[in-house]
């Protein structure tokens, strides 16, 4: 229960919490900004811990998801089907981001909408074969753009629910 209220009752704990919701597939930013600012964090630290936590898991992704599917595949076999999903999902994706390389994934990363994003983006980039180096600042400046239109919505929707617009 202490973790519990650390997480939820400092200033430090709140940041911690914003940027581990963050790192949660399909929530990522989206999410974690709009749940940092409702925890009662300002949006000068709800802005940098979403976009941190957002960050965290992408060079993990496009350096070593191919490698974590070939094990998957050879040591659980079960999960095929969750990894012939996700393989899909990824070459899908990769064909919005190819046509324009780079700019296409930061693009991609950049709009804040269900199925991009930072995840889907670094697995679109491993997929596709993009270097780190060259994928990670296209990445990083897709989560910053969708983090400033994340910070805009979320301030115009609490303006609009609390009526001070």
């Given at each position: 229960?202490?973790?519990?209220?650390?997480?939820?009752?400092?200033?430090?704990?709140?940041?911690?919490?914003?940027?581990l919701v963050s790192m949660i597939p399909i929530i990522?930013?989206?999410?974690?900004?709009?749940?940092?600012?409702?925890?009662?964090?300002?949006?000068?630290?709800?802005?940098?811990?979403?976009?941190?936590?957002?960050?965290?898991?992408?060079?993990?992704?496009?350096?070593?998801?191919?490698?974590?599917?070939?094990?998957?595949?050879?040591?659980?076999?079960?999960?095929?089907?969750?990894?012939?999903?996700?393989?899909?999902?990824?070459?899908?994706?990769?064909?919005?981001?190819?046509?324009?390389?780079?700019?296409?994934?930061?693009?991609?990363?950049?709009?804040?909408?269900?199925?991009?994003?930072?995840?889907?983006?670094?697995?679109?980039?491993?997929?596709?074969?993009?270097?780190?180096?060259?994928?990670?600042?296209?990445?990083?400046?897709?989560?910053?753009?969708?983090?400033?239109?994340?910070?805009?919505?979320?301030?115009v929707g609490i303006n609009l629910f609390s009526g001070a617009v």
């Open positions: 229960m202490e973790l519990l209220q650390w997480l939820t009752g400092t200033l430090p704990g709140k940041c911690v919490f914003t940027m990522e930013l989206r999410g974690g900004l709009p749940f940092g600012v409702a925890l009662g964090l300002p949006y000068y630290l709800a802005f940098p811990a979403a976009v941190l936590g957002n960050l965290i898991p992408t060079p993990f992704i496009i350096v070593y998801i191919r490698r974590i599917f070939k094990l998957m595949r050879r040591y659980f076999p079960s999960l095929n089907g969750l990894v012939d999903k996700l393989e899909r999902k990824a070459h899908l994706k990769g064909q919005k981001v190819l046509k324009y390389q780079y700019l296409g994934l930061w693009l991609f990363v950049a709009i804040p909408l269900p199925g991009t994003g930072a995840w889907t983006g670094s697995l679109a980039a491993a997929f596709l074969d993009m270097r780190l180096k060259k994928a990670m600042p296209a990445v990083v400046l897709g989560v910053l753009t969708a983090g400033c239109i994340m910070l805009a919505l979320t301030h």
